[in-house]
């Protein structure tokens, strides 16, 4: 039988991406840097869930996590280059979706 190969980098993007809610997390810090509280409230996600995928995130380079020595201490996230680097993917996702999909 033969198999058409996938390209292990693009696997491994597809992976990353299919995550749940870690294209909505990206969307969301598009806008600039976002503190926990923000994103929590803005997706309806639990705590645990956005405290995971930012984690995962931050490990595979794509969010950057800024804590600012403050009384009570803030916590920022926002993306790196990488991450940042995604905005024209979703962006045509976003402009599939107002084409394609609708409203529920």
Same mark, same amino acid.
């Given at each position: 039988?033969?198999?058409?190969?996938?390209?292990?980098?693009?696997?491994?993007?597809?992976s990353i991406?299919?995550?749940?809610?870690?294209?909505?997390?990206?969307?969301?810090?598009l806008a600039?840097?976002?503190?926990?509280c923000t #994103? *929590?409230?803005s997706m309806?996600i639990?705590?645990?869930v956005l405290? =995971?995928? &930012?984690?995962?995130?931050?490990q595979?380079g794509?969010?950057?996590?800024?804590v600012?020595?403050?009384?009570p201490?803030?916590i920022?996230y926002?993306?790196?280059?990488k991450g940042?680097? #995604? *905005?024209?993917?979703?962006?045509?996702?976003?402009k599939?979706?107002? =084409?394609? &999909?609708?409203?529920e």
């Open positions: 039988m033969n198999q058409a190969l996938i390209c292990p980098r693009f696997e491994k993007a597809m991406m299919s995550q749940r809610w870690t294209g909505l997390v990206i969307y969301q810090l600039g840097p976002k503190r926990f #994103l *929590e409230s309806s639990s705590g645990r405290s =995971e995928r &930012l984690k995962d995130l931050e595979q794509i969010v950057k996590r800024e600012y020595p403050e009384t201490v803030r920022e926002s993306l790196t280059d940042m680097a #995604l *905005e024209p993917v979703l962006r045509e996702i976003e599939w979706s107002q =084409e394609w &999909l609708q409203a």
